[in-house]
């Protein structure tokens, strides 16, 4: 019994940081959204729904094993960027920390030889991997295109960047159909 509450309870940590997670990207959308920059603002959107998904997978998991789960108060983000490559480098910042910290995650339960908890990340454990990599290539093409980040907003429309669709290995979210 032990074992499953230290897993939730550092579960229940992730959780929070999903959802800062997507608050800052909302955060960066605004910032790209002010600047005229759609395809910029569209993206940040987008991967603030999947990290507020994230979330509510990892609820989902909590309320299937019987673990108790904590909502967390929404803290506020800036939306104010020293120049159009510092929200990049900050989500790239964001998920190698996510990436430590799911991998911090998936070792727990290892330790803890808790195998649902264990399977249930796997594929976050992939996840991050491509998350990692995205924003490594977005932040490659931002920097190129500093003087002219039409040229970003281009690549992001012919790229269609951050719209794989779903995912049907994906664990399922709470409250969703």
């Known amino acids: ?18 959802f800062a ?11 790209y959204d002010s600047a005229t920059l759609p395809r910029l603002a569209a993206f ?7 990290e507020r998904e994230h979330a509510m997978m990892m609820v ?18 800036t939306t104010q960027f020293d120049d159009p490559i510092s929200p990049v480098k900050a989500a790239l910042a964001q998920e190698e920390r996510v990436s430590d910290e799911i991998f911090g995650l998936f070792q727990l339960s290892r330790d803890l030889k808790d195998y649902r908890a264990e399977h249930f990340l796997q594929w976050f454990v992939k996840e991050q991997v491509e998350e990692v ?38 664990p399922p979210v709470a409250g969703g159909a």
């Open 133 to 170: 990599a995205l924003m490594g290539d977005l932040l490659n093409v931002v920097e190129r295109s500093s003087e002219n980040l039409l040229l970003a907003e281009e690549y992001i429309a012919r790229e269609g960047l951050g719209e794989e669709g779903e995912d049907a290995t994906a």
């Open 60 to 77: 989902q998991y909590l309320l299937d094993v019987g673990e108790r789960v904590d909502i967390p108060d929404v803290k506020a983000q």
């Open 44 to 50: 940040f959107y987008r991967q603030a729904l999947e």
């Open 21 to 31: 997670a997507s608050q800052q990207y909302v955060a960066m959308a605004v910032y």
């Open 1 to 18: 019994m032990a074992k499953k509450k230290s897993f939730g309870k550092a579960l229940n940590a992730q959780i929070s940081n999903e």
